[in-house]
Each structure stands twice: as C-alpha cells, then as structure tokens.
C-alpha cells in the first residue's frame, strides 16, 4: 500500500474514534432521557430511581466533569419569632381573645392558652428580648427570652419552637416556661498590661482623634494611618472627650519617643465623654501605627471602620 495513503489513514483514525466515542455519549445521553420520561409516566416511585441513577449516568459518560455541588439549607434562627409571640403573648388575656395582641399569640402558636392575669394586675412590659437560642433533635428550637417589667424585674422564659426543612417557617409548639437567667460567662485577662504615660505623644494621640470622632473638633483623616477611612459621629453626641487612661499590649506604646515607622501597637482606652445630661465614661481599643515621627489611628477596633484597617 502507498505511504501515502497509510499516512492519511492513521491520521484519519484519531478522528474516527473520536467521532465513535461521540456517538455513544450522545446515545447514552438519548436513553437517560427516554429512561426519565417513561419514569414520569410510570409514576412517582419509577421517576425517583431515574434520577437517583441520572447523575451516574451522566459522571460515566463524562468523567472529566466535576462532580455537582449539593448545597443543604442552613438552618434559620427562630429568636425574633420567639421574641414576637411571646411579647403577644403576656400582653393578652383569655378573657379577650380577640384582642389584636390575643390573636397574634394565636397565630404564632396554634393550640396554646392565653394567659388569665387577675383584673388590673396586669404587669406593664418595658421590653421582651430573645437572649439565646438552642437547635434540640431535627428541627426544635428552645429560645431563652428576657422580659423585663416597668418595675425593672426581669425574668426568662424558655419558648419552643419548631422550624421546617427550609428554615423559613416557625410554629411556636407549647406553651413558654420562666426559667433561670443565662449564667456569665469566664472573661480571659485582657493583653492590656503596659500603662502608657498620659503625657505620651500616644496618649495625645488618641486624645486629638477622639476629641475629633465624638465632638466634631478638627477633622477625623488628619488622625488615620493610610488607607483607612472612618468617618466621624453624626450627630455630635458629647461637648467634651478626656482620656482617663490608656494601656497597651505591646511596650513599644509606652516609649517616650516615636519609634520606627511601620511599629504596631494595640491600645485600649478609658475616657469620660461630657454633654448637658452628664458624663459618661467610654472603651474602645484601638490599633496604631509609627509614621514619620507620630502616632496614626490605623484601626477602631471596638467599632466600624469602613474601607481600611490595620496597615
């Protein structure tokens, strides 16, 4: 046989198997289809089994694809449903059932009493908070509501509550139980141990930028490190901002001198902020930075910086 035409039939036989391989992708793809319609007729048990088998299928005729992402629904927090029924709740009565506060109860939580409060002892709510929230088996939830009266008592009620699937419907199951508070929690000693001096280029430092951030005076850039954006509070909450004391983590803070660009430190800081209803005394923690001889406020990290952080 000529050289030639042996040349071009090898050539040729990459595309033909090609071509092959093609054709019976293309026919597995036909029976999977014709598989699922005759499931659909067939019934719901028939359609179940072909799209269980689908995805093998179709990883078997392709095995370079990447297998399908499943993502499973998170499971939604049901406090502020809590928080509502039971502040519809203590405020109805079973003698007025329909009462607009009676009803919500009602709609929230199917099947569970209203309360009898005795005629005019009614206690008044100041607030009804959801303070913490427990997923039990499945779908259960018990959230711990704080209550707190116009005579300034507070109490806790656990509500249950039951969420679907989904975690965007809720149904209040029984009836809610006082129980006791929250316990506190074990805080860890804060890093804070180096006093910087209150005459410090630091300590004035933050003193200029607070002043600026909480009273309006000077503007708030001129303090921040490159980068960082913060913009000042509005409206001017306070006429005066005094820094009562300033404790680092790290010694550099507590130097005499400025130390070299690029240092980082992390502060916190105790002021008492001034206004016509009185004082107030204020926290917040700080991270600066060392440039070109001074301080600069490189984080508010007991608030919101926006655009920037430490650098």
């Given at each position: 046989m000529p050289v030639g035409k042996i040349a071009s039939r090898c050539e040729a036989a990459p595309v033909i198997a090609a071509g092959v391989e093609l054709e019976k992708m293309r026919r597995r793809v036909r029976l999977s289809r014709l598989a699922l319609?005759?499931?659909?007729?067939?019934?719901?048990?028939?359609?179940?089994?072909?799209?269980?088998?689908?995805?093998?299928?179709?990883?078997?005729?392709?095995?370079?694809?990447?297998?399908?992402?499943?993502?499973?629904?998170?499971?939604?927090?049901?406090a502020g449903y809590a928080q509502v029924f039971?502040?519809?709740?203590?405020?109805?009565?079973?003698?007025?059932?329909?009462?607009?506060?009676?009803?919500?109860?009602?709609?929230?939580?199917?099947?569970?009493?209203?309360?009898?409060?005795?005629?005019?002892?009614?206690?008044?709510?100041?607030?009804?908070?959801?303070?913490?929230?427990?997923?039990?088996?499945?779908?259960?939830?018990?959230?711990?509501?704080?209550?707190?009266?116009?005579?300034?008592?507070?109490?806790?009620?656990a509500v249950p509550v039951a969420a679907d699937r989904a975690g965007v419907s809720f149904t209040v199951t029984g009836a809610p139980g006082v129980v006791a508070g929250p316990a506190r929690a074990t805080v860890p000693k804060a890093p804070f141990t180096v006093s910087v001096p209150s005459d410090s280029a630091l300590a004035s430092a933050v003193g200029e930028f607070l002043g600026a951030y909480l009273t309006g005076t000077g503007e708030v850039d001129r303090y921040l490190a490159p980068g960082v954006e913060l913009a000042p509070v509005s409206p001017v909450p306070y006429t005066t901002v005094t820094v009562q004391e300033v404790s680092a983590v790290e010694e550099a803070a507590a130097a005499s001198q400025v130390p070299a660009d690029g240092t980082k430190v992390r502060v916190r800081v105790q002021a008492e902020a001034r206004d016509d209803a009185g004082h107030w005394p204020l926290a917040y923690e700080l991270a600066l930075t060392a440039r070109f001889g001074r301080w600069d406020i490189a984080a508010l990290q007991s608030g919101t910086v926006q655009g920037g952080g430490a650098r």
């Open positions: 319609f005759t499931a659909i007729a067939a019934g719901p048990v028939a359609l179940a089994v072909a799209v269980a088998s689908g995805p093998a299928t179709a990883e078997a005729a392709a095995p370079g694809r990447p297998a399908p992402v499943r993502t499973a629904a998170v499971a939604a927090d049901p039971l502040d519809a709740w203590l405020r109805s009565s079973a003698e007025e059932a329909g009462s607009a506060q009676a009803r919500r109860a009602q709609l929230l939580a199917p099947g569970v009493a209203l309360p009898e409060p005795a005629a005019g002892t009614r206690s008044k709510l100041r607030s009804v908070t959801a303070v913490r929230s427990v997923q039990g088996d499945g779908d259960a939830w018990s959230v711990t509501v704080a209550v707190q009266y116009a005579d300034s008592t507070v109490r806790y009620f």
